[in-house]
Each structure stands twice: as structure tokens, then as C-alpha cells.
């Protein structure tokens, strides 16, 4: 058997404290191991079925409107850049490069190429020749169709 145990006493103590070893860190890495699995597949599984793993999509678009968003960090300010497209049956909304974000306004048509929820590319096909923003002509749009709506309401009272 083993030279360092003399007798059998021996051999069973040393079970023994190898067994409260394990009972007293294994089970609780083991629950610690089975909590991050667990999370990880609550927080990251959506990410993976909204979009990011389905194949590369072209279309023909056009562009509905474009915002941007400011957050702090610890490192400083970040800007984002998002732009609407209208795919004809459905909008979609996608983080894009600033230097698409500058290029792009309300009105412009071309091929938006993307993967899921993941910009790749749009090359425009057709300028609108807008001079306002998306923003904030969709703004306007919303806005005037809202007014529309309370002026009718005030009416049929």
C-alpha cells in the first residue's frame, strides 16, 4: 500500500481529511462554477439569439432617422451612432461607425449589408439631398401627427 501509513487507523484518518477537504472547498467551487454557467447563459444567450451569430444580410433601404448617444465611463465620454432603416416590411436600428453616421440623412436610399444586429456596410445609392437630420425630421413627423391628433380631439369634443 502506502509506505508512510503504518496501519490501517492511518489509512482511514488520511481518507478522512481528504474527504473534509473536498467537502470544504470543493462543494464550494463547484456551486461557484454551476452560478457563473448560470449566468453567463442568462446575460449572454439573448445577445446570441437577437442576431449575432445569423448569417450576412444585404438589402435595400432607406434611412429613417439617426440619433446619438452619450454615456461616461470611467475612461472618459463615448459616443455612439445609431441610424433607422426602413427594410420596406420592417425598421431596423444599428450602431454605425461616426463616419457613416456624418455621411447619412433622412431620406437616402441604398444597400444595407449586415449581420443580425451588426453593421457591416451601406453604400448609398440615391442622396435625398435633405439638409436636416433624420432625427429630427422624424421628430417633426412625430410631433406634427401627434398635434394632428390632439387638434381632431379638441374638434369632436
Keep these: 500500500m502506502i509506505l508512510f501509513l503504518?496501519?490501517?487507523?492511518?489509512?482511514?484518518d488520511f481518507i478522512f481529511e481528504i474527504m473534509k477537504f473536498i467537502f470544504i472547498f470543493g462543494i464550494p467551487i463547484a456551486?461557484?462554477?454551476?452560478?457563473?454557467i448560470f449566468l453567463i447563459k442568462?446575460?449572454?444567450?439573448?445577445?446570441?439569439?437577437?442576431g449575432r451569430v445569423r448569417k450576412k444580410q444585404t438589402a435595400v433601404v432607406t434611412v429613417l432617422g439617426k440619433r446619438e448617444e452619450v454615456l461616461m465611463n470611467p475612461s472618459g465620454i463615448v459616443t455612439l451612432y445609431f441610424v433607422t432603416f426602413d427594410l420596406g416590411n420592417d425598421i431596423l436600428e444599428l450602431m454605425v461607425p461616426k463616419s457613416y453616421y456624418k455621411d447619412l440623412s433622412y431620406?437616402?436610399?441604398?444597400?444595407?449589408?449586415?449581420?443580425?444586429?451588426?453593421?457591416?456596410r451601406?453604400?448609398?445609392?440615391?442622396?435625398?439631398?435633405n439638409k436636416t437630420d433624420g432625427?429630427?425630421?422624424l421628430v417633426g413627423d412625430t410631433m406634427r401627427s401627434s398635434l394632428n391628433e390632439i387638434a381632431q380631439k379638441k374638434r369632436d369634443e
Excluded: M, Q
Excluded at 451601406?122 to 439631398?129: Q, Y
Design 42 to 50: 442568462i446575460f449572454f444567450a439573448p445577445a446570441f439569439s437577437s
Design 122 to 129: 451601406f453604400t448609398v445609392t440615391e442622396k435625398s439631398g
Design 6 to 12: 503504518s496501519n490501517i487507523s492511518d489509512f482511514y
Design 31 to 36: 456551486i461557484f462554477a454551476v452560478g457563473i
Design 107 to 120: 431620406g437616402d436610399k441604398g444597400n444595407l449589408s449586415h449581420t443580425g444586429d451588426r453593421f457591416n
Design 135 to 137: 432625427a429630427s425630421a
